[in-house]
């Protein structure tokens, strides 16, 4: 499944999600479509085929579209290579246009935000400097979110107990950041601390991440893994076979609410009334002190069509609509934990992630 890269990935493994490769300048991802049938990478030279494959979901999960968006900015500015104001110009529209395409994770307008100061510092020197500027950025955006990865991680996993089953939802693995993963983290660290974990995969209906990519990637490393619908969790609360639910975020406000994929807040609410920890591991990119609880987050309304059909078959009759929020709101008084890079957050117990800083 080689992508041709002309040097080691960044995500520390021999696949990734995305990767910018410099001997062709251009940002490499893995079909994320086409998973598990087909391990397929494309190559991409503008910044405007990067925003298309972050709309069409070649590319997603939180993370990963942040570091997509910020090697999109590289490439505005290996190719703009006039003065210091049409480069700033260039800069600030691709941004605005790759920032459009997914509205809930935080981490593209973050990523963004990051790479557009670094804009501002290097405009003045020569473009090959400024390129040279802009993709050091988005590398170190790239290798930050790989060790804040591993570091969540750690954390995460002192909590998981020997012998868990542990239930997550969508897929907040190396296919969703810059390699390792947020919620597949925790479990790849108690998994190489050597408890025995078990992990049940809810499918993630309408685009199936848990199903396609949560189950791939597990197997890739050896981390024994079941497939469930989404409609199965109840049942296996209830018969007590699930110990820890580990989730990703797309976005966590200043109250500590998490914006996660649709059908993270019914799992919330059966942990609880289930007395199982509910946990969401997240890097600190993912959380917005701006956003002042989960209501004021925007929900990603996808087509009609991902829920309508399923490969080639169509399961809802023509011309009847459907419903397509991508995310959903699990408040704060839900959550046990949230892991980051700089510490855990119990918002439980009333906290909030400005408790981390310091
Ligand atoms: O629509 P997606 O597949 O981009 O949604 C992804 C999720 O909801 C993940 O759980 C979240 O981004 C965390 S990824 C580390």
Known sequence: MSAGLSRAPLSGADWFAVEFDPATQEVVMLDQ???????RYHRYRKPDEVADAIRGMVVRGAPAIGIAAAYAL?????????????????????????????????????????MS????????????????????????????????????GELGAADVPDGAVVLTHCNAGALATGGYGTALGVIRAAHAQGKNVRVLAGETRPYLQGARLTAWELHQDGIPVEVITDNMAGHFFQKGEIQFVV????????NSDIANKIGTYPLAVLSNQHDVPFTVAAPWSTVDLRTPSGADIPIEERSRDEVARIGGATLVPEGIPCRHPAFDITPARLVDAIYTERGVIRPKIGERPDVLMG
């Not at 020197?125 to 400024?130: H, I, T, V």
Request: glycine share 6%; hydrophobic share 45%; charged share 30%.
């Open 117 to 152: 100061r670094r804009a501002g510092d290097v405009a003045e020197l020569a473009p090959e400097a400024r390129y040279q500027g802009m993709l050091e950025e988005a590398e170190a955006i790239h290798r930050e979110d790989v060790a804040s990865c591993k570091r969540m």
């Open 247 to 254: 989730v990703g975020s797309d976005r966590i406000a200043a």
């Open 33 to 39: 479509r086409l998973l598990p049938g087909e391990v």
């Open 74 to 114: 590289a490439m505005v500015a290996r190719d703009e290579k006039s003065d210091a104001r049409m480069f700033l110009v260039a800069n600030g529209t691709a941004g605005r246009f790759v920032n459009a395409t997914r509205p809930t994770a935080v981490n593209l307008a973050w990523a963004i935000a990051r």
